[in-house]
């Protein structure tokens, strides 16, 4: 069951895009997954770093169908068939950041983004780059949900990014981590930057997050 507490804290987590610089007017939405099949979505044309009680949707995530509130996001689509896909995640995060937005427009893409450690740490080690689709097009909707089916972020060309996170403070912390490799890369120039080795992330793996075997 949905209670304003919920509307509250998501409303608070919405007004983060604002504050860390994610998100231009109305160019991005944020969903979660508040309990098993139920999620809160930002609703359609709202401005994140002010949404208010109106702007919040309450949507099926199996079906994709609004249960309550405004019209959602037309971007609600991919939010919820990741949500469906992802049981491991409950946010996701689409946002349009300076520097990785550029990235996106860019006709050359950079084909690694291990900059510093916290991309691999955090973002993935792979960020898998999608073609340009009409934003809020089912084509969209079906190459973000495949994108992020078995990674945690996604370049949309020519359009923006999206990240998915097991809650709020990891859906932000990717996309934090994303955009500030993204204005290295972009002020380092073309050749001018260094990434690093496999044997580099594996070392990160076994030694920081506690893996092995990779």
């Known amino acids: 069951m949905i209670t304003k507490e919920h509307i509250a804290k998501f409303i608070e987590q919405a007004h983060r895009v604002g504050k860390e610089r994610l998100q231009l ?11 098993g099949n139920t999620a809160l979505v930002s609703g359609t044309g709202s401005w994140l770093p002010r949404l208010a ?22 971007e609600s689509v991919f939010h919820l068939g990741v ?34 450690a916290e991309v691999p740490c955090y973002c993935g080690r792979e960020i898998p780059v999608i073609p340009y689709f ?10 973000v949900t495949n994108a992020l089916r078995e990674h945690d ?5 020519k359009h923006g990014q999206a990240v998915c996170g097991k809650d709020f403070d990891d859906a932000f912390q990717k996309a934090v981590f ?5 204005g290295i890369i972009v002020r380092a120039g ?3 930057y ?21």
């Not at 007017?25 to 309990?35: F, I, M, Q, T």
């Not at 260094?194 to 075997?213: A, H, M």
Request: glycine share 6%; proline share 4%.
């Open 134 to 143: 009409r934003p809020g097009s089912k084509e969209l909707a079906d190459a």
């Open 153 to 157: 972020c996604v370049l949309m060309s």
């Open 83 to 116: 949500l469906r896909e992802r049981k491991d995640m409950n946010v996701v995060l689409h946002f349009q950041s300076e520097y990785a937005t550029i990235i996106s427009c860019m006709k050359n893409k950079p084909e690694n983004f291990n900059v510093v």
């Open 178 to 182: 994303f955009e500030f490799a993204c």
């Open 194 to 214: 260094q990434t690093l080795s496999d044997e580099e992330i594996r070392d990160l793996e076994v030694y920081i997050l506690g893996k092995s075997g990779k």
């Open 53 to 74: 009680e109106e702007n919040v949707a309450v949507c099926d995530i199996s079906t994709g169908l609004r249960i309550d509130g405004p019209k959602p996001s037309m």
């Open 190 to 192: 073309e050749g001018n």
């Open 25 to 35: 007017c109305s160019s991005g939405n944020l969903s979660w997954r508040v309990e």
